[in-house]
């Protein structure tokens, strides 16, 4: 079974950081580009970050360029987002989610994990 | 604001049929960006519904389907069932922005 599991979410001061991780299992990671998006309460979805297959080619949205990074180890089968000067604005459920080379839809997604900045 | 339009809520009876609409502009759908639909059951994560404007995985009922024309695209679900109510979001890729970008969800209530 294909799974997508987010861990290292909780609450953080403003200005903060966090490192949020994401382990695949039932796939081979290291054929399928990653992506992180977010969701802040009772708000709609916003992508913020992808990278390649080989880790090579990275995006990010406006919104947290300059802050966060994105990262994997194909090895170990894992995804990763550095956070860093966070803001009470970035509060939000981050999922991890799955991208096939060639398409543009995520598939399948992570469970979430809650990330809460606040004093 | 989001990037691609959604209304907010849409409604029906058991049994009815109900759409949702999804704008964009010419830099995201009406660029040739395919759309794609996703299904927030509350407090889960998205699911995907329909990828590449009309084409639905494995498992998702043929109640469910999309299409797509201009700059718009559209999600019509028939017979609808209780188990429909969700959260319903459009996906797409904008080529201005350099960016996947979303609808703002729109609520299914199934009265």
């Known amino acids: 079974e294909v799974q997508l599991v987010e861990s290292g979410g909780g609450l953080v001061q403003p200005g903060g950081s966090l490192r949020l991780s994401c382990a695949a299992s039932g796939f081979t990671f290291s054929n399928y580009e990653m992506n992180w998006v977010r969701q802040a309460p009772g708000k709609g979805l916003e992508w913020i970050s992808y990278?390649?297959?080989?880790?090579?080619?990275?995006y990010y949205a406006d919104s947290v360029k300059g802050r966060f990074t994105i990262s994997r180890d194909n090895a170990k089968n894992s995804l990763y987002l550095q956070m860093n000067s966070l803001r009470a604005e970035d509060t939000s459920i981050y999922y991890c989610a799955r991208k096939s080379t060639g398409t543009t839809w995520f598939d399948p997604w992570g469970q979430g994990t809650l990330v809460t900045v606040s004093s | 604001q989001s990037v691609l339009t959604q209304p907010p809520s849409v409604s029906g009876a058991p049994g009815q049929r109900v759409t949702i609409s999804c704008t964009g502009s010419s830099s995201n759908i009406g660029a040739g960006y395919d759309v794609h639909w996703y299904q927030q059951l509350p407090g889960t994560a998205p699911k995907l519904l329909i990828y590449?404007?009309?084409n639905r995985p494995s498992g998702v009922p043929d109640r469910f389907s999309g299409s797509k024309s201009g700059t718009s695209a559209s999600l019509a679900i028939t017979g609808l069932q209780a188990e429909d109510e969700a959260d319903y979001y459009c996906?797409?890729?904008?080529?201005?922005?350099?960016?996947?970008?979303f609808g703002g969800g729109t609520k299914l209530t199934v009265l």
């Open positions: 996906q797409s890729y904008d080529i201005s922005l350099s960016a996947w970008v």
């Open positions: 590449g404007n009309s």
């Open positions: 990278i390649s297959s080989s880790g090579k080619t990275i």
